[in-house]
T-cell receptor
């Protein structure tokens, strides 16, 4: 059973460009979380999604950031008009059900904005 | 909102010795889960150990064990017989009714050969 797959592993964007980060959850997992990690800091919650639904986006910046988890295909975290402060590692995690299963994390995407 | 505090930004231990990493949390909930995750330089987040709040018995996974003090809201991680491969960032995390993991700031553990 493949783990949580994130791609790309590294992404470089110039200021003003768009960044698209992809996450394929583990097989059978219908819950996806996105976290952001700045250098030397812990992971900060961004958004929690189930198939076709955003459950909790309280950690998402109000502008430029959006996330989706369509019925078919991976979850996408989209950052429009990137700025240098968006440079970070972005992690995706998935779980089959919320209460009794720990989250399984992908290896993250490191976004660098130049 | 729940908060998780790791008061030790860095810790070091001699190989084969025992080290304890501290974690405290703040919540008004009675039913929740606590986790320790390890993040080596590869950046991968690896689950080390998990504790259900309703269980009084402390969780143990091989050389890793926790000291869960529910009343004190404390959840420390003990690593016995430290090995070079244990060197990493360690994150304490809380999962409760908000249905999301809340992480502490992390502790960088160095193993001295």
């Amino acid at each position: 059973n493949a783990g949580v797959m994130q791609n790309p592993r590294h992404l470089v964007r110039r200021r003003g460009q768009e960044a698209r980060l992809r996450c394929s959850p583990m097989k059978g997992h219908s819950h996806v979380y996105w976290y952001r990690q700045l250098p030397e800091e812990g992971l900060k919650f961004m958004v929690y999604l189930q198939k076709e639904n955003i459950i909790d986006e309280s950690g998402m910046p109000k502008e430029r950031f959006s996330a989706e988890f369509p019925k078919e295909g991976p979850s996408i975290l989209r950052i429009q008009q990137v700025v240098r402060g968006d440079s970070a590692a972005y992690f995706c995690a998935s779980s089959p059900e919320v209460q009794n299963s720990p989250l399984h994390f992908g290896n993250g995407t490191r976004l660098t904005v130049t | 909102a729940q908060t998780v505090t790791q008061s030790q930004p860095e810790m070091s231990v001699q190989e084969a010795e025992t080290v304890t990493l501290s974690c405290t949390y703040d919540t008004s909930e009675s039913d929740y889960y606590l986790f320790w995750y390890k993040q080596p330089p590869s950046r991968q987040m690896i689950l080390v150990i998990r504790q259900e709040a309703y269980k009084q018995q402390n969780a143990t996974e091989n050389r890793f064990s926790v000291n869960f003090q529910k009343a004190a809201k404390s959840f420390s991680l003990k690593i016995s017989d430290s090995q070079l491969g244990d060197a990493a960032m360690y994150f304490c995390a809380f999962f409760g009714g908000a249905q999301k993991l809340v992480f502490g700031q992390g502790t960088r553990l160095t193993i001295n050969p």
